[in-house]
Structure formats: structure tokens, C-alpha cells
């Protein structure tokens, strides 16, 4: 069974730019979730969708939104970057139906360096 | 709001050692998870376990074992033995029953070294 993919492993952008980063969950799980790893903050959440709806969101800027398809795939973008945004994305699936609560899958992640 | 310490930042053991990995959790919720996971360098969280609020009881599995004492709001987790490849960042996490995983919070994680 493939884990979760998280696409492309590593990113350099500029200052200013935009950048999507994209997650493929297990096959069957219909919840994404990203979090956001910085050695000052630690691990944060940014937010989980559902059968493509958000249905959480952490507390980040709206320069961070997110989306996901029909097919669980779900993308995250993120505007005018900062160099503060320099940091590891981890994506997470889970079965996520809301009712039982399933364990939650991490992909590797893609490390992302703002210059 | 949820909140999850882990007052050890840094932890060096050598080889076959017992270690603990403290962790302590505020929550308003009667109903929640807690989880350990490990990041090895690769970058992937593991997930080690999931324990829900209701259930006190301690687990051990294999050279693994985790405490959750309620009264004391910490669920601590000990390895036996320890390995070299035990070497990792562990993170202790919280995330409230509704809504499934919907947000997890974590400590700032424990690095842990085992040195042969």
C-alpha cells in the first residue's frame, strides 16, 4: 500500500514569489491534513480538508490557503513568500470520516528554503 | 487551548539504556488523544501510538511502553534497551475527539541520541 506522497521533495524560491506544494494521500483516506515545521515554532497546523471542504484551519495568514480534489489530492499554495516561510510542509491522511477516529500518516514532506 | 510540553529538549543515552521521554498536555476537552510519533531524519512523522482519554491503562509494546496518568495530565514514554536506531525526534501530541484528526498539537519534540 504506497504511503503518503508529498511532491517535490525540496524547494527554492525568492522572496515574493508563490509556490504549491502538492500531497497524495493513502488511497481510500479522504482527510489531508498540513502542518508546518520551523525550528523556532516546532510543528503547527494549517489546515485539514474533507471531502474536498475545509473543515479546519490553524492560525496562519491568508497567504496560506489550500485545496483538494475530487480524488483526495490536495494542494497547498503559498503568496508572496517571506523568508519566514522557510520550512518543512508535512502532509498527513487519514480515513478521517469524522465519527471514529483513525491514526494519521505523514509523508516526508517537502522541505521549502526561501532566498 | 491545547497545549503540550515536552520539557526535555535534548537527551543522550548509551546503547541498552532506559530512557524517558516526559511529556505533559492541557486540555479543556473531557475527550481527547494523545499520540507519540518518532522523525527520523528523513523528515516522516511515525506514528507510535494513540491513546484516547477514557483509557488509563499503560501499553507496552515490544521495547516500547507509555504511561498516561490522567491525575498528572502526562503520558511519558520509556524505551528499554535503547538502540542506536532509536535516535530520533520524538513528538508528543494532542488533538481534541470531534472532527477525527482535524488538528493535532504538538510539543517542540525530544531529540533523542544512542550512542553505541
Known amino acids: 500500500k504506497a504511503g503518503v506522497t508529498q511532491t517535490p521533495r525540496y524547494l527554492i524560491k525568492t522572496r515574493g514569489q508563490q509556490v504549491t506544494l502538492s500531497c497524495s494521500p493513502i488511497?481510500?483516506?479522504?482527510?489531508v491534513s498540513w502542518y508546518q515545521q520551523t525550528p523556532g515554532q516546532g510543528l503547527q497546523f494549517l489546515f485539514e480538508y474533507f471531502s474536498e471542504t475545509q473543515r479546519n484551519k490553524g492560525n496562519f495568514p491568508g497567504r496560506f490557503s489550500g485545496r483538494q480534489f475530487s480524488n483526495s489530492r490536495s494542494e497547498m499554495n503559498v503568496s508572496t513568500l517571506e523568508l519566514g516561510d522557510s520550512a518543512l510542509y508535512l502532509c498527513?491522511?487519514?480515513?478521517?470520516?469524522?465519527?471514529?477516529?483513525?491514526?494519521?500518516?505523514f509523508g516526508q514532506g517537502t522541505r521549502l528554503t526561501v532566498v | 487551548a491545547q497545549k503540550v510540553t515536552q520539557a526535555q529538549t535534548e537527551i543522550s543515552v548509551v546503547e541498552k539504556e532506559d530512557v524517558t521521554l516526559d511529556c505533559v498536555y492541557e486540555t479543556r476537552d473531557t475527550t481527547y488523544y494523545l499520540f507519540w510519533y518518532k522523525q527520523p531524519p528523513s523528515g516522516e512523522l511515525v506514528f507510535l501510538i494513540r491513546r484516547n482519554s477514557f483509557d488509563e491503562q499503560n501499553e507496552i509494546s515490544g521495547r516500547y511502553s507509555w504511561n498516561f496518568q490522567k491525575s498528572t495530565s502526562s503520558f511519558n514514554f520509556t524505551i528499554t534497551a535503547s538502540q542506536v536506531v532509536d535516535s530520533a525526534v520524538y513528538f508528543c501530541?494532542?488533538?481534541?475527539?470531534?472532527?477525527?484528526?482535524?488538528?493535532?498539537?504538538f510539543g517542540k519534540g525530544i531529540t533523542l541520541s544512542v550512542r553505541p
Open positions: 488511497s481510500g483516506h479522504r482527510s
Open positions: 498527513a491522511s487519514s480515513l478521517g470520516d469524522g465519527v471514529l477516529y483513525t491514526e494519521a500518516f
Open positions: 501530541a494532542l488533538s481534541e475527539a470531534r472532527g477525527a484528526n482535524s488538528k493535532l498539537t
